[in-house]
């Protein structure tokens, strides 16, 4: 079992800057990646970022590519989305995603909203 804890979401004007942290729990050594994903209103969830355990390699959806960057801290085992020069498209419930073989761990949701 493993749980993940989101936190850092909130309101923030077009071009400013959130972080988000993701706090993972339990058995840390079966996550082989962990992820942030994105809701909005009336649409589907979609893939934000990922970071993978092993290597660290890092994957970024199109949209917010040269924006956001996705790290881990190994020792807390935490992982982070800093988001840069937020537009209001950005405003979703952020969901912090941890994968392993078998299953795929969800967080509960942080709202960010990105307005004037």
């Known amino acids: 079992q493993v749980q993940v804890v989101e936190s850092g979401g909130g309101l923030v004007q077009p071009g400013g800057s959130l972080r988000l942290s993701c706090a993972a729990s339990?058995?840390?050594?079966?996550?082989?990646?962990m992820g942030w994903y994105r809701q909005a209103p009336g649409k589907q969830r979609e893939l934000v970022a990922t970071?993978?355990?092993?290597?660290?390699?890092?994957n970024y959806a199109d949209s917010v590519k040269g924006r956001f960057t996705i790290s881990r801290d190994n020792v807390k085992n935490t992982v982070y989305l800093q988001m840069n020069s937020l537009k209001p498209e950005d405003t979703a419930v952020y969901y912090c995603?941890?994968?392993?073989?078998?299953?795929?761990?969800w967080g509960q949701g942080t709202q960010v909203t990105v307005s004037s």
């Open positions: 995603s941890a994968h392993t073989i078998a299953i795929v761990y």
């Open positions: 339990g058995s840390i050594s079966s996550i082989a990646a």
């Open positions: 970071i993978r355990s092993t290597g660290g390699s890092t």
